[in-house]
C-alpha cells in the first residue's frame, strides 16, 4: 500500500488555509468597532463626507504602514528557528550578544544545533562601541530585560480585553435589532458566551480547530460582499479616499478632534501582532500569502463599504458596522460574527498561554501548572491558574463597562504600546543579529516608532475614559513577574556563593561519611556546577543518602526548542567508587516538560550511556574533577546496551531486571509497605514499571559492567526526589523597599503560587522536600 505524501506546495497552501482560523481572527474581526469607536468621541459633531473619507484614508495607509509592510515585510523575517513573538526576539538578541540575565550560561550551550542561526552568525564580526556598551551594564541588560516583559504583560492585557470586546461588538447586532433596547440583555449574553468559552478551555481545541478556518474565511467574504454591495449603493466614489491626500483634508478639517480619534483608527491594525507571534505554527511564506492575497483585500473593501455607507447615514455611527447590512443578511452575519469573535478570542487566549508559559521558563513569572496532551497541536498548552484570572477578569470588564467604546480605548491602548515594543526590539535584531548599520536600525525606529507615537499620544488622551484599565492591567503584571524575577535571581545567587566547595566532598571519600542506602537520589538545584547547600543541609539532619547521586539542573536556553538528543549533559563528581553525576537539563522557553517516569528513564538511560563513553575512552583527562559534561544519547555509536521493558505488575517490577548477578536491593518489607501506600491513591501515585537490563555481557573493563549493574539495581531499587524547600527573608539591615519586595511581594508570590513539584511532574510518592532558610 502506497501512502499518498502532499507535495511543498500542497503543504504550503494548507499552512495558508489553516493560518486564516489562528493568526487572522482577530485581525479580521476589527471592522465591527473601528468606527464605532472613531465616531463615539468628539469627531461625531463632523457629519460629513469628508470626515469620512478621511477616516477610511487613514485606515488604508495604517494598515499599509504598519501592518503590510512593518509585519509582513520586514518583521517576519526576524524568526527564531521558525517561531515568533516578543521572547523570540529576546533569545534572538540574548544568542547574538551577552544582554541576557539568564542563570547558568555554559558554552556547551552554544554548541546547540539551532544555537546559531546561519548567515546571521556575528562571533567574528568586531565589536562595535553600542554592543560593548550594552553588555558591560548591567542597567541596560535589566532595562531590555524590563522592555520584554513589558511586552509580556500587553500580552496579558490584550489577553482579558480581547475576549470581551470581540464577544461584546459581535453581539451588538441585537441592538439594531431590538431598536437599541434591553442592552442588559446584550451584556448578559455576552458573559454566558464569555463563560462557556473558558470553561471548556481544559478540552483544548483539537477537535474544533478544523472549524476556525472556514469561520473566519466565510466571515471575511460575506463581510467583503456586503462592503462591495455598500460601495455600488451609497457611494462609489469612495475610492477616492485611498488617496494619502484625504489624511491631509482630515486633519486640517478636523484639527485635535481629529488627532484624538486616532486611538479609535489604530484598532484597525488589532490582531498584527499575531502574525509575527504564531509564526511557530506556520510558515512566513504562508502567512504572507493568506495575508496579501486575501485579508489584506477583504479587510480594505470592508471598511471601504462602510465608510461608504457612513458619507450618507452618520446617524448610523453608534452601530455602523451592524446598520450597514441588509436586512435579511443581519441575523445570518450577527451568528458568523459571534462565531469569529470567538475564534479570535480562542486565538488570543492560546497566546496568553503560551507567553505565560515563556515566562516561567525564563523564571520571569510564579510557579503555575501547564498542561499539554499528546493529541494537542504543537505548542498549545492549558494553565488553569491563568484562564479563569483571564475569565473573570474578562467579565468583570465587560459588566463594568457595558459598551465598546471604553473597551475599545483600553483595547487599543494595549495593542499600540505592544507594537511600540516590537518596533523597539525589532531595531535591536536589525543591529545585532542581522549585522546591518546603526543607520538603519535607527532609520526604522525613526519612520515607524514615529507613526506609533502619535497614535500612543492619541491613546493617552482616553486614559480617563477607559484607557486606565489597561494601564493598571500591564502595571500589576508586570510587577509580578518583575518581583518574581528579582526575588528568584536573588535566591540563585545566594546558592552560588554558597555552594559547597568540591574539595570538602573529595575529602569525605567513597562513603561521604554517611550511610549509603539503596536507590537513587535526584537532587534538584539551580546550579550548573559545585555542590548546593541543600546537600549538606539534608546530610547535617539526617546523615544517610542514596547509593546513587545525581544532581539535576533543569535550565532554559534562549531557543525555542531543544532536540531530545542534546537535551541531556551528563558529567561526574569525583571518582568513579563515589557514584555521583551532575545531569543537566537544557530546555527551551517553547519546551513543555515530559512526565515524571519518562524523565526518571531518560535520566537513567543517559547515565548509562555516559558511563560508557567513558569507558571508550571519550573523557577530558585534563578537565576538573566537576568540569567535564558530555552530551549523551545523539547516536548509537555504543549500541543499546540496555533494554527497556514496561511492567503492568507491580510486585514483579524488580523481577527479572538483572540477568546477570545481583537482584533488587529493596526488601520485601519495604517493597510492600510501598504497595500498600500506592494502593491507598492509586490514581496518583501509579506510574508504568519499566524494567531495564543489560542486553550485551562482553565489556574489555569488568568495572564498567559493575557501575552499570550497581545503577540498574539503584533504579530498581527506587527513585527518590530531593528539591528544596526555602523560607526566603530580606536581612534586618537591607533597604526598605527590598525588604519590602523580598518579605511581602516575593514572598506572597510563592506561598501562592504552584509548588515546583507540580511543573517538574514529580511523583508525590517519590518527593523529599528539604527546609533551608535563605536571607539575602
Known sequence: ????????????????????????????????????????????????????????????????????????????????????????????????????????????????????????????????????????????????????????????????????????????????????????????????????????????????AFMFAPVVILWLLSTTGIGIYNVIKWNPRVYQALSPYYIYKFFKYTGRDGWTSLAGLF????????????????????????????????????????????????????????????????????????????????????????????????????????????????????????????????????????????????????????????????????????????FLALLYVLFFGSIEIIYLSSACMKIPNGGWVALMFTTVFLAIMYVWHYGSRKRYLYDLHNKVPMKWILAQGSSLGIVRVPGIGLLFTELANGVPPTFTHFLTNLPAFYQVVVFICVKTVPLPYVHHKERYLIGRIGPKSYRMYRCIVRNGYKDVPNSGDDFENDIVMSIAEFIQMEAEGFTNLDAPVDGWLAVVRTSEKFGKRLARSESDSKEESCSSSFPITGSCSKSPALQKLQSMYEQESPDLNYRPRVQFKL??????????????????????????????????????????????????????????????AVFLNIPHICLIEVGINYYL
Not at 468621541?41 to 503590510?68: C, K, M, P
Not at 562595535?128 to 550594552?134: L, Q
Not at 527518590?720 to 537591607?734: L, P
Open 267 to 438: 484598532l484597525c491594525t488589532t490582531g498584527s501582532e499575531a502574525m509575527f507571534a504564531d509564526l511557530g505554527q506556520f510558515t512566513a511564506g504562508s502567512i504572507k500569502l493568506a495575508f496579501c492575497c486575501i485579508v489584506f483585500p477583504c479587510l480594505v473593501l470592508q471598511y471601504m463599504g462602510q465608510a461608504a455607507f457612513l458619507s450618507k447615514n452618520f446617524s448610523a455611527a453608534p452601530l455602523s458596522f451592524h446598520a450597514s447590512i441588509p436586512d435579511p443578511l443581519r441575523w445570518p452575519v450577527l451568528v458568523v460574527a459571534t462565531l469569529a469573535a470567538i475564534v479570535a478570542s480562542q486565538s488570543v487566549i492560546s497566546a496568553t498561554f503560551s507567553t505565560v508559559k515563556q515566562c516561567y521558563a525564563l523564571g520571569c513569572f510564579p510557579r503555575v501548572k501547564v498542561v499539554h496532551k499528546a493529541r494537542w497541536v504543537r505548542g498549545q498548552v492549558y494553565i488553569p491558574e491563568i484562564n479563569w484570572v483571564l475569565m473573570i477578569l474578562s467579565l468583570a470588564v465587560t459588566v463594568g463597562f457595558r459598551d465598546t467604546n471604553r473597551l475599545a480605548n483600553a483595547y487599543g491602548s494595549a495593542c499600540m504600546a505592544l507594537t511600540f515594543v516590537s518596533t523597539l526590539l525589532t531595531s535591536l535584531v536589525i543591529y545585532f543579529v542581522w549585522n546591518q548599520s546603526l
Open 1 to 208: 500500500m502506497q501512502v499518498e505524501t502532499k507535495s511543498p506546495r500542497q503543504e504550503f497552501l494548507l499552512l495558508a488555509y489553516q493560518s486564516f482560523g489562528i493568526v487572522f481572527s482577530d485581525l479580521s474581526i476589527s471592522p465591527l468597532y473601528v468606527y464605532k469607536s472613531t465616531f463615539s468621541g468628539s469627531l461625531r459633531h463632523y457629519q460629513n463626507e469628508d470626515a469620512v473619507f478621511g477616516a477610511f484614508s487613514v485606515i488604508f495607509w495604517t494598515l499599509t504602514l504598519l501592518s503590510l509592510f512593518k509585519y509582513v515585510i520586514i518583521v517576519l523575517n526576524a524568526d527564531d528557528n521558525g517561531e515568533g513573538g516578543t521572547f523570540s526576539l529576546y533569545a534572538l538578541l540574548c544568542r547574538h550578544a551577552k544582554v541576557g540575565l539568564l542563570p547558568n550560561h555554559q558554552a556547551a550551550d552554544e554548541e546547540l544545533t539551532t544555537y546559531h542561526d546561519p548567515g546571521y552568525s556575528s562571533r567574528n564580526m568586531t565589536s562595535s562601541p553600542f554592543k560593548v556598551f550594552m553588555e558591560r551594564h548591567k542597567k541596560t541588560k535589566t532595562g531590555l530585560l524590563l522592555l520584554v516583559l513589558l511586552g509580556a504583560a500587553l500580552v496579558f492585557s490584550i489577553g482579558v480585553l480581547t475576549p470581551a470586546i470581540s464577544v461584546l461588538s459581535s453581539i451588538d447586532g441585537l441592538q439594531v435589532q431590538l431598536q437599541n433596547r434591553h442592552t442588559r440583555m446584550v451584556v448578559f449574553l455576552a458573559c454566558l458566551v464569555l463563560i462557556g468559552h473558558f470553561v471548556l478551555q481544559y478540552r483544548g481545541t483539537h477537535r474544533v
Open 695 to 756: 542486553t550485551d555481557t562482553k565489556f574489555k573493563d569488568l568495572r564498567v559492567k559493575e557501575e552499570l549493574l550497581q545503577l540498574l539495581e539503584a533504579k530498581c531499587a527506587g527513585v527518590s526526589y530531593i528539591i528544596g524547600h526555602s523560607r526566603i527573608k530580606a536581612k534586618w539591615n537591607a533597604p526598605f523597599l527590598k525588604r519590602f519586595v523580598i518579605n511581602v511581594a516575593y514572598s506572597f508570590l510563592r506561598k501562592n503560587s504552584r509548588s515546583p
